[in-house]
C-alpha cells in the first residue's frame, strides 16, 4: 500500500543523506513526540530536527500494523536508526506510533510521530 511504500522512501532518504526529504513527509503541521521525550512541532521544527542528525547511515523501520481509512491511518512498528558516532557504528531501536492522515492534495502525510526507546548498540 501507499503507506508501506513511504515508509521505504523514508528510509531512502535518510540513506541518500537526505533529511529534509525525510521531514517532508510529515505534515506541516504535525507533531513529534521523540523517545527522550522531547515535543517537536510545525515545519521549521521538524526541519531542523531531523537535520540535526549528524552521519546518517541506515534506517530500516520494521512495520507491525497499520490499520485506518481512507483518509486516517495509524501504523506500529519498530526503527533502527543507524549513525555513525566517532567512527563507531551506533544503532538506536525505539517502538513507534504513526499518526497518518491524507493531505488534501491527495498524499499521506505524518500527522503524529511518538516513539519509545528500546535500546541503543
Known amino acids: 500500500g ?4 513511504l515508509n521505504r522512501h523514508l528510509e531512502e532518504q535518510f540513506r541518500a543523506s537526505n533529511l529534509l526529504g525525510v521531514a517532508d513527509v510529515y505534515a506541516d503541521d504535525g507533531v513529534l513526540l521523540d523517545a527522550r521525550g522531547q515535543r517537536t512541532a510545525g515545519r521549521e521544527e521538524i526541519d531542523a530536527y531531523w537535520s540535526s542528525i549528524e552521519n546518517p547511515v541506515d534506517w530500516r523501520i520494521d512495520i507491525k500494523k497499520i490499520r485506518g481509512s481512507e483518509v486516517i491511518a495509524y501504523e506500529v512498528g519498530t526503527s533502527y536508526l543507524t ?3 566517532e567512527g563507531a557504528l551506533v544503532t538506536a531501536v525505539s517502538d513507534f506510533l504513526l499518526l497518518w492522515r491524507r493531505a488534501p492534495e491527495g498524499g499521506w502525510r505524518i500527522e503524529l510521530d511518538a516513539s519509545w526507546p528500546r535500546e541503543t548498540r
Not at 501507499?2 to 511504500?5: D, N, S
Open 83 to 85: 549513525t555513525r558516532r
Open 2 to 5: 501507499e503507506i508501506e511504500a
